[in-house]
């Protein structure tokens, strides 16, 4: 659990304790005004207040054994129709005990000749005020930790958005790069009078990609064919700058194809592949792009020669944006790592639930 995490916990446990001191105070207030115009001066002040203590502390105490119930036993998890059959009959039995406890308690007090706490009539209504006192505690605690579960999520996808933005900024901007667009539109110059065919394709790859990378964030998945179809352009565009320095190798099963995807995780794989891989060395190398289907899980695997060494690809703002956004979106269901390979290469390995899309009728 990170440092934020343990305070955003503290802070809760802080906030959670405060509102039932003050609740429960609030609530021996509201006791204590009936029971002073009752007695009208003929019981002493310990003994009014007795009682109403007592309240106070078996409310506190019972309705922390509730939290922690609905905590530990996770009943907030349940569906509508079980969740509220299992906090009524936890509600009806607490209501119970604390008649109980509070009767037990009350008749070893003082107390006015007409007032009979064991009275049968008295312990029902006492069961019924219970009951009604802590149906409200639990439907406010529901509906507090409902209100905080909505904030999280929404949160947590105004971030992911703002993720996925970036990731499409960052992949625009690469698209964009001075040297990227200097290399695609200088050799498209060199093959406009050799190849109008070769050059003709040059243009639609370009703004293929760029297209891409403009529509990309109007959604946070997409199937890995468009992913791929994109990462394609960008590859053969940036072959004309590493020409035969840059060896590209496809092995992408084809199930895995029609797989949802965060879009520009491939790109930003690859880019980094090219970046801190085959940028880096004098001879170049190779790139090999493997994608497919692992029982429920899709896997994508980007490798290149080299090897990692400083912190330079481990520290690469692609790959940790690229994390962040699929612990975002999956939690602790995908994992993103890089590590050294075999044979001298450097291997990114994403693996991701499986989910795939709807295939037009």
């Known amino acids: 659990m990170t440092t934020s995490a343990n305070e955003q916990q503290v802070a809760s446990g802080k906030l959670y304790w405060r509102c039932q001191f003050g609740g ?31 309240k106070i502390v078996l409310g506190l105490g019972g309705t922390h054994v509730l939290y922690l119930c609905i905590r530990q036993r996770q009943w907030l998890q349940m569906s509508g129709g079980r969740l509220t059959l299992t906090l009524l009959t936890a509600v009806a039995l607490l209501a119970a005990i604390l008649t109980s406890v509070e009767a037990f308690v009350n008749s070893r007090l003082p107390h006015d000749a007409m007032y009979r706490p064991s009275d049968p009539r008295r312990m029902f209504l006492g069961w019924i005020g219970w009951m009604i006192v802590l149906s409200l505690w ?14 999280a999520r929404e949160m947590r996808s105004l971030r992911l958005e703002m993720m996925v933005q970036e990731a499409q900024l960052r992949g625009l901007r690469a698209q964009l790069n001075p040297h990227f667009l200097f290399n695609s539109l200088n050799g498209l110059r060199e093959v406009i009078a050799e190849n109008p065919e070769r050059a003709q394709l040059m243009v639609t790859q370009l703004s293929a990609l760029l297209r891409y990378a403009l529509q990309s964030n109007q959604s946070e998945m997409v199937p890995l064919a468009d992913e ?42 690859v880019e980094n592949a090219l970046k801190h891989g085959i940028a880096q060395r004098p001879e170049g190398g190779d790139v090999t792009i493997h994608a497919r289907l692992n029982g429920p899980e899709l896997e994508l695997q980007v490798l290149n020669s080299g090897s990692i060494h400083g912190d330079t690809p481990s520290n690469a ?22 590590e050294d390979a075999t044979d001298g290469f450097v291997r990114a390995r994403v693996r991701l639930p499986a989910a795939m899309a709807e295939v037009p009728a």
């Open 317 to 338: 703002v692609g790959l940790k944006n690229a994390q962040e956004m699929i612990k975002l979106l999956y939690g602790d269901r995908a994992s993103l790592v890089l």
């Open 228 to 269: 791929i179809r994109a990462v394609k352009d960008y590859l053969a565009l940036e072959q004309i700058r590493f020409e035969e320095r840059l060896r590209i190798q496809w092995s992408v099963a084809g199930e895995a194809s029609n797989a949802l995807v965060p879009p520009m995780l491939l790109q930003t794989l």
């Open 24 to 54: 429960w105070l609030a609530f021996g207030l509201v006791q204590m005004s009936p029971v002073l115009l009752y007695n009208n001066g003929r019981m002493r002040v310990w003994q009014l207040l007795a009682p109403v203590i007592l």
């Open 138 to 151: 639990t439907t406010l605690y529901v509906m507090i930790h409902e209100f905080r579960g909505r904030r």
